[in-house]
Each structure stands twice: as C-alpha cells, then as structure tokens.
Nanobody, 118 residues
Framework: VQLQASGGGLVRAGGSLRLSCAAS????????MRWHRQAPGKQRELVAW???????TYVDSVKGRFTISRDNAKNTVYLQMNSLKPEDTAVYYC?????????????WGQGTLVTVSS
C-alpha cells in the first residue's frame, strides 16, 4: 500500500491550494484519512481528518479556512486550503488507516511542501 501526495507549492498570503493524496495497492477498506503538517522547527501536528462516512474534524487554527474531503471510489483524500497564512507554511503529510490482507495499519504519504509568503 502506498500514499502519494501532491499539490503543494508557493502561494501568497490569502491564496488557496488544494492538496491531494491517493492510496494505491492491495486495499480492502480505508478508515480514517488524515492530513498532518510539520512546520520548520516544530513537531508534526494533526490538521484534519475525515471518517469513511464523511464526518470531518479540524484543528482550531484551520477551522473555516480548510476543508477535508474524500473520494472513496478513487481512494483519495483532499485538503482545500483557503485564506492561507504564512503560519500555514509546512510540509503536509497525508495518512490513512487502511485494511489490507486482513490487518489494519497506518500508512503515510511522502509529504508535500506548502510555502505561504507574506
């Protein structure tokens, strides 16, 4: 099983970006899908997650600006980021709890860099 993230880049404050993360491989089912981020010199933090049923949760700092969604047919999770701020600058990682060959495991994508200039 692999997760492939894409969509990062350089954007000015107030701008928008959309991240995507596609899971591939021997997948029976995908439970929670998540986005984390790690800013320079800081610990990785959980930003948002979405359940298999579509329920979403966000960290307070991104509420009202970020939207997480998923396409179960494509095994893909998205993060729409609007009204970006310089403090959103970080490497963004997707992660998912995936059932494969009868076991549930956590899988991580490779990270995609988001840079927000002031």
């Amino acid at each position: 099983v692999q997760l492939q993230a894409s969509g990062g880049g350089l954007v000015r404050a107030g701008g928008s970006l959309r991240l995507s993360c596609a899971a591939s491989g021997s997948i029976f089912s995908i439970n929670v899908m998540r986005w984390h981020r790690q800013a320079p010199g800081k610990q990785r933090e959980l930003v948002a997650w979405v359940t298999s049923g579509g329920s979403t949760t966000y960290v307070d700092s991104v509420k009202g600006r970020f939207t997480i969604s998923r396409d179960n047919a494509k095994n893909t999770v998205y993060l729409q980021m609007n009204s970006l701020k310089p403090e959103d600058t970080a490497v963004y990682y997707c992660a998912a709890n995936i059932r494969s060959f009868g076991e549930n495991d956590d899988y991580w994508g490779q990270g995609t860099l988001v840079t927000v200039s002031s």
